[in-house]
């Protein structure tokens, strides 16, 4: 885990996690654990403050980019759930149903497909309209953990044809990373589901299936091998996928 990481996003890491899962073991009421997690998203606004100044400067992402909503998007069951609750708190009854229409339609097209297959798609994620997204506020840690250098490249970057560029921001991607670790990792020690879903299919699951939300609390996988995020029987259907290792006090 901490190959990849320096000393400080390693130290970040084990913070983050260890915090996460003391206010996990401490939440007595089901009904609360969602509402923590959530909570624990300003975590990444934290890690961010506190990158290097120059590393900061030179992050081009600005409201209206919207070329990182048209790659598969992974998670883990929490943010399906935390998003599928903002969504049906504030959207009214007819966006409720675009939203289960679009995820439909986005896991129609993802069916059966491995990852390549779905990232050569370039599909806009069911939740951006008019180049925002619509739950800002309860968007997976993936979206939340990718900055970019340069708005330009992620533009050339929506051609599947081309050769991909990297627009990593040094000195920010590994701090996001390690809290987005952090935490998945404490969700898994606590013992909740640690598959890697697509947010799409999953979604679309949530939305209109509220088992899953029982399921993961009882701490069952909350959705169907449909929204794994590898096809399952496929050479890397294990990827993503978080254990419990016992990396935290
Ligand atoms: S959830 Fe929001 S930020 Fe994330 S890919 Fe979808 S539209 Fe973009």
């Not at 029982?214 to 993503?240: K, T």
């Amino acid at each position: 885990m901490g190959a990849e990481f320096t000393d400080e996003e390693e130290d970040l890491f084990n913070q983050t996690g260890e915090a996460v899962l003391r206010r996990l073991r401490k939440t007595r009421n089901p009904g609360d654990l969602l509402a923590l997690l959530r909570s624990e998203h300003k975590r990444f606004d934290r890690a961010y403050a506190a990158a290097p100044i120059a590393a900061r400067d030179s992050v081009a992402c600005r409201a209206g980019c919207d070329a990182c909503c048209h790659v598969p998007v992974g998670v883990q069951a929490h943010e399906v759930l935390i998003a599928a609750e903002f969504i049906q708190k504030n959207f009214s009854p007819e966006e409720l149903d675009s939203v289960i229409a679009r995820t439909a339609a986005h896991r129609a097209a993802f069916a059966n497909k491995d990852n390549r297959e779905r990232s050569e798609l370039r599909t806009p994620c069911p939740m951006l309209k008019a180049g925002s997204c619509t739950i800002y506020e309860s968007r997976p840690e993936a979206c939340r953990s990718h900055h970019s250098h340069s708005a330009a490249a992620c533009g050339l970057n929506l051609d599947p044809t081309r050769e991909e560029i990297d627009v990593f921001v040094p000195g920010v991607r590994g701090r996001m990373f390690a809290v987005m670790l952090g935490i998945d990792q404490a969700v898994a020690e606590a013992g909740f589901d640690g598959q890697a879903y697509d947010f799409g299919s999953a979604l679309h699951e949530a939305l209109t299936d509220s088992m899953g939300a029982i399921r993961w609390m009882r701490r069952e996988p909350a959705f169907p091998e449909s929204c794994w995020e590898e096809v399952p029987g496929s050479l890397d259907d294990d990827a993503g996928v978080i254990r419990a290792e016992g990396f935290f006090q």
